[in-house]
């Protein structure tokens, strides 16, 4: 079975960037949904900049299979609307509870790392992580300051929103 895994809006004639996985045992990172010039699109294969500035494509489907993946692929990127109508209010309970500390949520264990200082649950095919505070970046500054955040992450891979002092902002 061939999935798409991660997708990712893309900027310009871009519109998207997706990886695959094959029966959940082979990932494929790097396709590229690309508009033509007929409004159409087409999907990119991922590739790699040689020593001689050609790009070199990284993984070569053949013939039918060929036809069949970019099937897949275009379906799933043109169809795919992220869902966060229901996400916000969640990742915002969710992010509330990890912050005060409980143990439990919806009958889950919450992971915790760092001595404590990032806990982690995940729900559904949704995870939620608190900032960790010790990270050098804006976001580890501002967890130092006091400020609660709590990051939402689809499928293990498609971080789609923040929540900051109780205030869910999407990614996506």
Same mark, same amino acid.
């Given at each position: 079975?061939? $999935?798409?895994?991660r997708i990712r809006k893309g900027d310009g004639k871009i519109?998207? &960037?997706? +990886?695959? /996985?094959f029966d959940k045992k082979f990932a494929v990172k790097? &396709?590229?949904v690309v508009e033509n010039k007929d409004g159409g699109y087409f999907v990119g294969l991922p590739s790699k900049k040689g020593t001689d500035g050609v790009n070199?494509?990284?993984f070569l489907p053949r013939d039918e299979f060929k036809t069949e993946l970019e099937k897949i692929i275009l379906d799933a990127v043109l169809d795919y609307k992220p869902d966060t109508r229901k996400i916000d209010v969640l990742a915002v309970d969710v992010a509330k509870q990890l912050h005060a500390g409980v $143990?439990?949520?919806m009958n889950k264990k919450v992971s915790q790392y760092k001595d404590g200082k990032v806990r982690?649950?995940?729900i559904m095919n949704y995870k939620f992580i608190t900032q960790n505070p010790e990270k050098d970046t804006r976001y580890g500054k501002m967890a130092?300051?006091?400020? +609660?955040?709590?990051?939402?992450?689809?499928? +293990?891979? /498609?971080w789609i929103g923040k929540v900051i002092n109780?205030?869910?902002t999407s990614l996506v």
């Open positions: 079975m061939i $999935e798409v895994t519109k998207a &960037f997706c +990886d695959i /996985e790097g &396709f590229r070199y494509a990284m $143990e439990r949520i982690a649950i995940s130092q300051k006091g400020h +609660d955040i709590t990051w939402a992450i689809r499928n +293990d891979s /498609e109780g205030t869910y």
